[in-house]
DNA sequence: CGGGTGACTTGACACTGTCAAGTGATGCTG
DNA sequence: CAGCATCACTTGACAGTGTCAAGTCACCCG
């Protein structure tokens, strides 16, 4: 019972084979005919099953949303109160960004993808919404969704800096450490908008 | 009086047909063949003087981040209190990123650089300068560090959001909307900075 | 048995990055 | 002024790439 219809085995090998060589190479070595070689198959066998391939790409695109909505899934309802589920939701994403780097760079990198693909669509709305029940409980319901939305920026901003190595070298600590400064981080965010909702300044 | 030593003009121009291509038709599309013929030289020219592809993008992503410097430092010095100048860095760092989308995601894809370029690393640590000059005025001196970083992960996760049209699609909106929106949410963040600042809970 | 449909393979094309070897001008040295 | 080296490219070639048209082969429905 997986999220896709059991696949005919030979398409669930090309994209293993895609997952695999994306996260040993980076997305730019992901060709239709290196991952067709490491899958033992023609050349054009890619082709035939994805079409194109951006429509490779989507493919392994729309398997990595999935994997996040379990993973946010999973961490929210791990969480004990509301607040502590806020951070355990943005430390997921965190962790899930910077365990599968390639990925989660690909999954957001449009410009590679098939440009409507309504399975993406609909994989990274369903990722997103545990984030915003989150949030709702933790702010008040009107401004939830602008709160949800920042939130989703700042996990996906520290993310970015980190994989992109911009966050170490700034702040001049290797890969390791710049993971746990980003931790750090989204634990500050995370503290200032518990307060922040506790003791609403003015709007309201 | 350029940032540059003036270039001996044929370096020169084929920069500027790599900027224009990569506006044009994104950075797949950047080959060192295309930039040669837009730039009418043989198609071996860019390598010459760039070496690479990787050396190409290079070079376009340091003036990326010599434009975001400049664009920074004006936003810095013509905000009044230290507070709007704490929001006016951020709206620049967004306005330059969805203004140039192209080169601003050229800039943090350091797989397609070259991997420890000097003029990079510096490039990208000069136009980040102001920011941490200015939140150091905003929140204490010793937490100063950890915000700049914060908040520049913000406004990078935004930039990225919107322009990935993650955040169109999430909240239904068309891509001005989206623009509007991320502009509004930095506005949020930078007030809930400036709260939080004036009456630290219970670090410090 | 017969035909059609899906799952590939084969072969070709234009395009790409990279390299080795040129060519000509410019400037320095003796 | 002669010779020579260096620069700024060009020319030509190679292997690898995405994509397309056509082919092969097995299987299923009737």
């Given at each position: 019972m997986s999220t896709e219809h059991q696949a005919p085995s030979a398409r669930q090998a090309l994209l293993k084979a895609a997952v695999d060589e994306l996260n040993e190479k980076g997305h730019a070595s992901v060709s239709l005919r290196a991952?067709?070689?490491?899958?033992?198959?023609?050349?054009?066998a890619p082709a035939h099953f994805f079409g194109d391939?951006?429509?490779?790409?989507?493919?392994?695109?729309?398997?990595?949303?999935?994997?996040?909505?379990?993973?946010l899934r999973n961490a929210g309802s791990e969480g004990d109160a509301t607040q502590g589920e806020f951070k355990a939701l943005g430390l997921a994403y965190l962790d899930f960004g910077l365990t599968n780097p390639a990925v989660m760079d690909l999954m957001f990198r449009r410009s590679e993808l098939v440009p409507d693909d309504p399975a993406l669509t609909t994989a990274q709305r369903d990722a997103l919404a545990p984030l915003r029940a989150v949030v709702a409980g933790v702010v008040g319901d009107d401004a939830a969704e602008e709160w949800a939305i920042l939130s989703?920026?700042?996990?996906?901003?520290?993310?970015?800096?980190?994989?992109?190595?911009?966050?170490?070298r700034v702040a001049e600590k290797d890969q390791d450490g710049a993971a746990d400064l980003a931790h750090r981080l989204l634990g500050l965010y995370a503290a200032g908008v518990a307060a922040g909702a506790q003791a609403p300044p003015s709007t309201r």
């Open positions: 991952v067709a070689r490491r899958a033992g198959v023609s050349h054009a391939r951006a429509g490779m790409l989507t493919a392994v695109a729309v398997d990595g949303f999935h994997s996040l909505a379990v993973a989703w920026a700042v996990a996906h901003g520290l993310v970015a800096l980190v994989r992109e190595e911009a966050l170490a």
